[in-house]
């Protein structure tokens, strides 16, 4: 029996010459193009690519292998693991290797932006991750990757798990290349050091220049080998006519090696030997522990993807990867167990830790249709589910996206200290050489070192390192208190605020409405049916008042013609009769003032038939919440639909300011319109009908249980609906709004205190070294508080 090769399908007439590990599993290939291409699309990450391909691939031909590399993320099968839709356009988030400062985003930013078809481009320098939006009708994903590999960087779909590997690798280049330059400093100091204090005073000449020689035998290797990142990274600003933070370091190294050369071969002037090496043991210790803190801050984000198991079981016991399931597959899940995918309980009762979601220390009990999410824990009981969305749209994944758009987003500081540093490298360069011609006129011996301290010291890392490390602290706390950010404003906007508005059901109270007592006005109709009429038409209605009846319901009619009028009610045919459910002034022909008080009312034909009163309880929350604002001079508003007299007492209860009750969409949107141009509001709601003022809200806010069109209004999501987090989220955003200042004036500070100092002759290369490197630390190690925050 003839095999087929595993990659294009056609016969193996070669036995098993040709093979390549997959799955774990060693697949024959019918000739060297297959393997090499399968070779290659294990080696980038893309195995998956096996699991969702609907045909045999093409025969394989011989190309060059980074080349095909890049083309295979053009198939559409590869692109089902990682490649989204958005608004007709594809949209990627990428793992970038090279990245080291905000002149290398800059630079690929700048660069993409010119490239047709690209919409959008954003890049962090903290995660090392870039979110691209382009259409492909005018270019492709592999144009954008090799666009951004021509500028010296690399890049791939981004893979938490892939992303650590690459990180452990660069720490582990960056270990060689700090061991070397520590090696070689010491061996250089110990002659150099004997040489400035005239150890050997009474030394031959000749034996001076034999110190000088061994000098630069460990000195070479450092330049050559050790400083390399810095000259990678200048080369790629001065190719892309831009100055980035490597670029004064890289002349400074390259300018004290060749004069201290130039000076060792004739045998005139001073070495900087023991300065190459120390400088570049510094930088690179500086850099070394600035990415183990930036990883720090940036792990949060990507360990939530770690907590989805990379397998999942189906009912039969087959074992399959967890990211090949697809809508409405029904998998089984066992005590102990993360669930693998977003989905709903088909059978079974348990609980759920959801900590890595919402925060929530306890379990929450989830019974026959509750949605439960991947990566969350099975606690106690068998549960078989029903998948509702690949593992690219789960819950665990949105966030995580949602998460990268919050910390890529800048603040206008941060735009304006990115600007800065760029002009200020410049800057640095030309006053580096106005100190060399100084100096040189002046005291001609001291200008070199005195120009390589300006050079050094003066380096803007610590600028441009002063809000993207703060700024993605503090959004990955925000993930693990269960507050979703969603608009990159939020963070800024939140200190601002000086009104809350609010609505009232499902939101300060807990939307468990229920029925308190229903009133008959029909004499043909028991209470009973008008309940299964009630329950009827609010079944086309999404609303906690709706499930209220539906609870009540022992029969379920037939309604023709349903129409869903958002806050106000719902109509619709039943037995050739005219229904309407909702407020008094919408259900009846000729509005009555007697029936104001009751919240729902439903008519016949234009009359009223029943009335009902309604209960649903405050939540423990809302009370803390409002007094706590109340105590920060943040004024309180409930804007609701809901004109019934419990509106008063729920106002009552918790303090509020003032009430606007009765409105409409429309209405409620009218009214943020007419507030003062100085108000500052916060709208916080859960319904449909909340949806237009929450997009027209200063900043808005979602609460986890409500609808999916509130939760895509608004700017940030109550994953636990405890209102309380607003406050924990206030406070953060102040503190990270303070840490942001922090760092911007004591890197300013720095830089404006140094600068002189070193122009005059009063900074030694060695301190100049030590000072750029301590600045960068104390400003990653300030923002590293954030991550530290605890609910209040």
Not at 258 to 267: D, E, I, P
Not at 672 to 680: A, F, G, N, P, Y
């Amino acid at each position: 029996m003839t095999t087929s090769c595993y990659h294009c399908g056609d016969p193996v007439l070669t036995g098993d010459t040709y093979q390549v590990v997959i799955f774990d599993k060693p697949r024959l290939m019918c000739c060297p193009g297959c393997q090499a291409v399968a070779t290659t699309i294990v080696d980038s990450g893309l195995s998956s690519y096996y699991q969702y391909r609907t045909e045999n691939a093409d025969k394989a031909d011989l190309v060059p292998e980074e080349l095909k590399a890049l083309n295979l993320y053009d198939n559409q099968d590869v692109q089902q693991e990682f490649v989204r839709d958005v608004a007709d356009q594809k949209e990627v988030t990428l793992s970038l290797d090279g990245v080291s400062c905000a002149a290398c985003a800059w630079l690929i930013e700048k660069q993409l932006q010119r490239t047709a078809g690209v919409t959008h481009i954003q890049v962090n320098t903290t995660t090392n991750r870039a979110q691209v939006r382009w259409d492909e009708n005018e270019t492709s994903l592999s144009t954008v990757l090799t666009h951004i590999h021509h500028l010296g960087y690399k890049a791939a779909p981004f893979e938490a798990d892939k992303q650590e590997q690459q990180y452990h690798r660069n720490m582990k280049q960056y270990l060689y290349r700090l061991g070397i330059a520590g090696l070689a400093t010491m061996q250089v100091m110990m002659l150099a050091v004997a040489m400035y204090f005239e150890v050997f005073g009474d030394m031959d000449e000749t034996f001076r220049n034999y110190f000088r020689w061994i000098s630069l035998i460990f000195a070479t290797p450092v330049l050559l080998y050790s400083a390399l990142p810095f000259y990678i990274n200048a080369w790629r600003n001065l190719k892309a006519r831009t100055l980035g933070m490597d670029v004064p370091v890289s002349i400074a190294l390259l300018f004290a090696y060749f004069s201290s050369l130039y000076a060792t071969v004739t045998g005139k002037g001073e070495v900087f030997f023991e300065s190459v090496a120390m400088f570049t043991f510094f930088l690179l210790l500086g850099r070394f522990l600035e990415m183990r803190a930036r990883r720090t801050a940036a792990a949060a984000s990507a360990n939530l993807l770690k907590l989805v198991p990379k397998m999942a079981r189906r009912l039969n016991g087959e074992a399959v990867p967890a990211n090949s399931l697809k809508e409405n597959d029904h998998i089984r899940v066992l005590p102990g167990e993360p669930f693998p995918a977003d989905g709903k309980i088909l059978s079974g009762t348990t609980s759920v830790d959801e900590a890595m979601l919402t925060g929530e220390s306890l379990p929450q009990t989830k019974q026959l249709g509750d949605a439960v999410y991947a990566g969350t824990m099975n606690v106690e009981g068998n549960v078989d589910i029903c998948v509702t969305s690949n593992h690219k749209e789960s819950l665990v994944a949105h966030i995580v996206r949602l998460q990268d758009e919050a910390q890529m987003a800048k603040p206008k500081v941060a735009v304006l200290a990115d600007h800065i540093a760029r002009y200020f490298v410049a800057a640095i360069l030309i006053i580096s050489a106005s100190t060399w011609l100084y100096w040189h006129v002046v005291q001609p011996d001291d200008a070199f070192w005195i120009m390589l301290s300006v050079l050094v010291a003066t380096c803007p890392c610590a600028l441009s390192l002063a809000t993207p490390t703060a700024l993605t602290c503090s959004t990955s706390t925000f993930g693990q208190l269960g507050i979703m950010l969603r608009r990159g404003h939020v963070l800024e906007t939140l200190t601002k605020v000086n009104r809350l508005v609010v609505d009232k059901t499902g939101t300060l109270t807990e939307g468990e409405v229920k029925i308190d007592s229903v009133r008959v006005f029909a004499a043909d109709i028991s209470e009973q049916a008008a309940l299964n009429i009630a329950a009827s038409l609010e079944g086309f209605a999404n609303h906690p008042i709706a499930n209220a009846f539906q609870a009540k319901a022992t029969e379920s009619l037939t309604v023709k013609a349903a129409d869903n009028h958002i806050g106000q009610g719902v109509s619709g045919e039943i037995n050739g009769q005219q229904w309407r459910i909702g407020k008094a002034a919408f259900a009846l022909s000729s509005p009555k003032t007697e029936y104001d008080a009751y919240p729902v009312v439903l008519s016949c034909n234009g009359q009223v038939v029943a009335a009902f009163s309604l209960t649903d309880p405050i939540r423990p929350s809302s009370a803390r919440l409002i007094a706590a604002l109340r105590q920060s001079g943040i004024q309180t508003t409930m804007l609701t639909g809901d004109q019934s007299r419990n509106v008063e007492q729920v106002a009552g209860t918790l303090g509020i300011d003032s009430v606007i009750s009765g409105v409409s969409p429309q209405g409620k949107l009218a009214y943020l319109q007419s507030l003062d141009d100085d108000t500052v509001t916060l709208m916080v709601g859960d319904g449909v009908n909340d949806a237009p003022v929450l997009a027209g809200a200063h900043l808005s806010v979602a609460m986890g249980g409500g609808t999916d069109i509130a939760k895509s209004s608004a700017d940030m999501v109550l994953l636990s609906d405890d209102l309380e987090k607003l406050l924990t989220a206030r406070h953060l955003a102040q503190q990270t709004r303070r840490i942001i200042r922090e760092n911007l004036i004591w890197a300013l500070g720095y830089n404006v205190t140094i600068l002189p100092l070193a122009v005059m002759g009063y900074v030694a290369p060695y301190v100049a070294v030590v000072g750029m490197s301590a600045s960068s630390i104390i400003v990653v190690s300030n923002s590293l508080r954030l991550l530290n925050k605890k609910e209040d």
